[in-house]
C-alpha cells in the first residue's frame, strides 16, 4: 500500500514538473517507443455490424483485442464522406496496444446528414454501447473480451472531430447516458472559414472558453491548412486545430503531425469516395504508414497516460516530440496528470 501510494505521489511529481518547468523526465524510454508501433496483442479482423443488428442505431466498424481482458473503448467519428473502413489501419494500431475501437458510419451516398444531425446520431452510437457493446464482442471476438466503458475516451477526425467536442461539451439534443472521460480531437474543423461554420458552433474565439472537466489532446496536420491547386485548404486557418487548443481550457495537449496532410490517416488503399475527397488536400507523397504510426502512437500514448500503464510515453513525447517518427510539435496547457481514479 505504502508503495503503491509512493508510485502515485511519484507520477504527480512528475506530472507537475513537466507541465511548470518543462524538465526533461528522467525517463528509462529507449528512443525507440512502443506506442509508435503495432501492439503486442493480436487483433480481430475489423467486425461490421450492420445498422439494426445488435440494435445498432448505425452501421459500426469494431476492432478489438482477440486476448480475454478488459479493455478501454475508443468511440471514433469518421470525417465528411469518409467511410469508417478507410480508417482501420488506424484503428489495428489503436487497438493492438490493448483498446476497443467503435467507429460508426454516419453517412450513405443516399443520406447526407448534417452536422446537428450527425451529432445526435454519435450521441444515440454512444447511448447504444453499455448494453450491447459486449454481446457483439462476445459473439464475434471471444466471450472474454470485456469493453470498460469506466473508460471511454471520444475521438473524430476533421468534421467529425468537430462533432466529438459537440458532444463531450454537451451541445447534444440526445443526453448521454454514460460519462466520457477523455477527448481526442483528430485535425478537427468546424466548417469553411470563420464566417462559414457549421452549427451547432463549437468555437466561440475566446481563449481557453471550452468548458471540458476532462484531459484533452487535439492532432492537427503541418499541411492541413495549405491549398492544393485551386482547392481551399482542407483544415483553414480559423477554425483548425489551432484554434480548438486556443478554446480548450485545462489539461490540454497540442501536437501537429508536420510533414503530412488532413488526409493522410487514412489506409493507403481507399473507396472512390475517399479517394476523391483526398485528392484535394495537400499532402506528402508515398505511403501514409508513417503518418499512421505517428498519430496511432500519439493517441495510444495520450490513452495510456489516463486509462493504461503507458502514461510514462505520453510524456516522453511532449517532452522530446523527436521521438515520433517524423517530425512532430508539441504543447501543452493545464497540469498534466494521470486521472486520479485510473493512477491506481
Ligand atoms: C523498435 O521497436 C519495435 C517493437 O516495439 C521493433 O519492431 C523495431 O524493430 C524497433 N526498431 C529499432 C530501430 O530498434
Ligand atoms: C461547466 O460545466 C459544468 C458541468 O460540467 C456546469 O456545472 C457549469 O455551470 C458549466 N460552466 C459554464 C460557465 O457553463
Ligand atoms: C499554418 O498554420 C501554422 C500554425 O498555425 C502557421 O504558422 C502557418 O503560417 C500556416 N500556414 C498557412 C499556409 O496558412
Excluded at 65 to 70: I, N, R, S, T, Y
Excluded at 258 to 283: K, P, T
Excluded at 292 to 318: H, K, N, P, S
Amino acid at each position: 500500500m505504502v508503495a503503491l501510494w509512493f508510485g502515485v505521489l511519484i507520477l504527480r511529481v512528475l506530472a507537475v514538473v513537466h507541465s511548470e518547468a518543462q524538465l526533461l523526465l528522467p525517463t528509462t524510454f529507449s528512443e525507440n517507443l512502443s506506442v509508435f508501433h503495432k501492439g503486442k496483442l493480436a487483433v480481430s479482423e475489423p467486425i461490421k455490424v450492420r445498422n439494426s443488428a445488435y440494435s445498432s442505431p448505425q452501421q459500426l466498424l469494431i476492432v478489438s483485442p482477440k486476448e480475454a481482458g478488459l479493455y478501454p473503448v475508443l468511440l471514433f467519428i469518421h470525417g465528411t464522406m469518409i467511410s469508417n473502413d478507410d480508417y482501420s489501419d488506424l484503428f489495428l494500431h489503436i487497438a493492438s496496444h490493448a483498446f476497443i475501437v467503435v467507429a460508426p458510419q454516419l453517412f450513405s451516398v443516399f443520406n447526407l446528414p448534417s452536422q446537428a444531425q450527425e451529432i445526435e446520431m454519435a450521441a444515440t452510437v454512444a447511448n447504444w454501447l453499455p448494453s450491447n457493446l459486449q454481446h457483439v464482442l462476445h459473439e464475434r471476438v471471444n466471450k472474454q473480451v470485456e469493453p470498460n466503458l469506466d473508460k471511454l475516451a471520444l475521438s473524430g477526425h476533421s468534421r467529425g472531430g468537430k462533432s466529438a467536442f459537440a458532444l463531450a461539451l454537451g451541445l447534444s439534443k440526445t443526453k448521454l447516458s454514460l460519462k466520457i472521460s477523455a477527448l481526442i480531437g483528430v485535425d478537427p474543423v468546424e466548417g469553411r472559414n470563420k464566417n462559414k461554420r457549421t452549427r451547432p458552433y463549437v468555437l466561440t474565439y475566446e481563449p481557453n472558453s471550452f468548458n471540458l472537466s476532462i484531459p484533452v489532446t487535439i492532432i492537427g496536420t503541418g499541411l492541413g491548412n495549405h491549398t492544393k491547386l485551386l482547392n481551399p485548404a482542407c483544415a483553414p486557418n480559423g477554425v483548425n486545430h489551432q484554434e480548438f487548443f486556443n478554446e480548450c481550457n485545462k489539461e490540454c495537449s497540442h501536437f501537429v503531425i508536420m510533414e503530412y496532410g488532413h488526409m493522410q490517416m487514412l489506409n493507403d488503399v481507399l473507396d472512390a469516395l475517399a479517394i476523391s475527397m483526398s485528392r484535394v488536400c495537400a499532402s506528402k507523397r508515398g505511403s501514409n504508414s508513417i503518418m499512421r504510426r505517428t498519430l496511432g502512437g500519439v493517441m495510444v500514448a495520450f490513452l495510456g497516460a489516463y486509462f493504461g500503464d503507458e502514461g510514462g510515453q505520453y510524456f516522453a513525447i511532449l517532452d522530446n516530440p523527436s521521438l515520433a517518427p517524423t517530425k512532430l510539435y508539441a504543447n501543452n496547457k493545464g497540469i498534466l496528470g494521470l486521472a486520479p481514479s485510473y493512477a491506481l
